[in-house]
C-alpha cells in the first residue's frame, strides 16, 4: 500500500500525553515515609513456587513482597476486602502512570470506583530504570500466564499451574468456594518484578529475565481494606518461557505492617470516585 505524499509530516507530529499527571492527587509521600519508620510485623505469608495465596492487609497499614531463595516473579490480583467488585484496573493504571509503576505510584480499582487502592512505598528495584530493549519491571501490560492461551498456541496442551489458575485456587480456598465461582474474580494483575515491554519493531510483548534478586522488596500502603492474591509464577525469573515446569521457580514472601496509628492522623482512606454515575440520564 503506497503512503500519502505528506506521510512524514504526519509521522513527525510529536505525542502529546494522555493523561496529564499534573492534575492527579499525589500521594503525600512524606507521611508515609514516617509512618513505615515505624512498622510492628502483623503476619507473612509464603507463597510457594508454581502456586498463590491470598492475604489481607487492613485501610492504613503496610504489606511487602519480597524475593527469597532465588530470582522470581509474581502475579498479584487485589480487591476491596469486603467488596470484590471493586478490583484492580491494570488498563487505567498503565493509562495514569505508564507501562511499569514504581515508588509513588498507585494501583487504582475499576469502574464505578476509580481510586486507589495501594500506593507504591518502597522499591528496591527502583535502580534500574528502563533498560536498551524498553524493558522496565514492575509491569501493568501483561495480563497472567494462563491456561487458556497456552492450550491455543499449543495444539490444545493443558497445563495447571499457570498463575491465572494458581490464583483462581488461592481466592476459592480463601473464599470457600469452587474453582468456577471464584476464576471470575481474577483480573490483570500487576506483574510484581517482571522485567518486560515492547520491541521496538514489531511492538511485540517480550519479557527477559528479572533483575530480581533474594532479599529486594515491593512495599504498598493499603489505602483501603485489601484481600490480595499472590502468585509465584511457573516462568520463575521469566528469563525463558512459563506455563510449563521447566523454568527453576522459588517463593515469595509476603510479610504485613502496621504503623504507629499517630503517623497517620492526617491521612485518610480514599473515598469513591466523585462522579455522579449517572451518565447523562
Ligand atoms: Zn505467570
Known sequence: MSAPADADARRAIPPVICYPVDTLPTPDMALYDAARATLTKTGETVVPPRDAACFTVPAGHFFRITSVEGSQVGDLNLWHARDLSERFYSGKTRALHGTHITTGQRMWSGFPHLRPMATLTHDSLGWYGIDAYGGSVHDVIGTRCDPYTHALLSDGGQYHHCCHSNLTRALADHLGVSAAEAEPHIHDVLNVFMCTGFTRDTGQYFMKASPVRPGDTL??????DLLGALSACPGGDCSAE??????????LLVETFAPDPQTLID???PAPNAYDGSHGR
Open 219 to 224: 512495599e504498598f500502603f493499603a489505602e483501603i
Open 242 to 251: 512459563h506455563s510449563s515446569d521447566a523454568a527453576a521457580c522459588h517463593p
Open 267 to 269: 491521612w485518610q482512606s
